[in-house]
């Protein structure tokens, strides 16, 4: 009984502001505009020199004739392979991906897992020697993530690098991104 009692004057309240907004005789409060301030300059910061120095290698990406990415963060050993966006329009919709083991060694130019398509297959060759640590278990249920980030979230595994050498631009086909745009458009 209480919460209809509750809800009546409620529904009163409510009834006797909407006939009071839309009566004649109801005036709007006027809303008087704030003063402008004046506006405030941004605080000057005295720049400096950095005191150390940034490589250019830090988050460069390489590249490898098969369409492999590879990316070694600088003082990482841990790098992140996969294949590069071409590739993966080149192959179309991903339709299943085949991971390497963990812990598996391999050598540079081994091919670690497969990428299978509508239109084909292609093997993945991992383009330093190392340990296999990481894969990424999300492309067995989602192997289309491929397509939609290749160079991103669609990453085939995560790899310990035995040499750093070995990815030296110039080093067995070893290319930086614009080395690899220049490769692309080569071959069409």
Known sequence: MASSIAKTGRHRALRYFSNAVHSPSFQRPRIHALPRLPALAAPRIPTTQRDFSVSSRVYEKKYTPEHEWIDLPAGSKTATI????????QLGDVVFVELPNLEQDVKKGDSIGAVESVKSASDIMTPASGKVVQRNDK????PGLINKSPEGDGWIAKLDVLDEEELRVGEGGVMDEKGYKEYVEGLS
Not at 82 to 89: D, L, V
Not at 139 to 142: D, G, Q, R, V
Request: aromatic share 8%; no cysteine.
């Open 82 to 89: 996969g294949i590069t966006t071409y590739a993966a329009e």
């Open 139 to 142: 492309l067995e249920e989602k």
